[in-house]
């Protein structure tokens, strides 16, 4: 058990819809990756939001956006669906703490929304 | 870019069996390696780290060396049983704190 916990666990939409999926980050935790993990695949980053500002973005497109709020939950948006984005979407949260070197935050998952486009 | 390269599976073993999946990265800088584990329906969990070269992560049996030399994470473990059947997956943390991941592993360990 985490502490993340994501909404929906289960979403089906069809091609051109709009989605929003949500997040509660793990108590005191500052920061929140979101990730697409598409069958048999690894997880790829799609954005980060540090302190409510986005903080990295991977090769996603801009109908990708994201929130974060002041308690660090944060919604994951995508416009237009294309029947790709068909996936597992994974949020990850995370205390960042600036030091020299990052990366050596753990990220805590939760278990995922899993998105269906028809 | 950073990136992860992880054997390829799947791997089918009996239980008690040594297992070892290869993971190699490219990165800039000192990445944090991890390996997380993924049973069927559920999200990633951390399995074990390492932060440093040379440092060696372990839980529940598993075990990994940040070899900086050969830029290599491989996990290990001595004898694996039924409840170890997942997908696991290498990953690295660079800089700018976004993970990338390898493909994953498929694990199935037979009784």
Known sequence: ?118 | GNSVTQMEGPVTLSEEAFLTINCTYTATGYPSLFWYVQYPGEGLQLLLKATKADDKGSNKGFEATYRKETTSFHLEKGSVQVSDSAVYFCALSGGNNDMRFGAGTRLTVKP
């Open chain 1, 1 to 118: 058990e985490t502490g993340v916990t994501q909404s929906p666990t289960h979403l089906i939409k069809t091609r051109g819809q709009q989605v929003t999926l949500r997040c509660s980050s793990q108590s005191g935790h500052n920061t929140v990756s979101w990730y697409q993990q598409a069958l048999g695949q690894g997880p790829q980053f799609i954005f980060q939001y540090y302190r409510e500002e986005e903080n990295g973005r991977g090769n996603f497109p801009p109908r990708f956006s994201g929130l974060q709020f002041p308690n660090y939950s944060s919604e994951l948006n995508v416009n237009a669906l294309e029947l790709d984005d068909s996936a597992l979407y994974l949020c990850a949260s995370s205390l960042a703490v600036v030091t020299s070197g990052g990366g050596k935050n753990i990220q805590y998952f939760g278990a995922g929304t899993r998105l269906s486009v028809l």
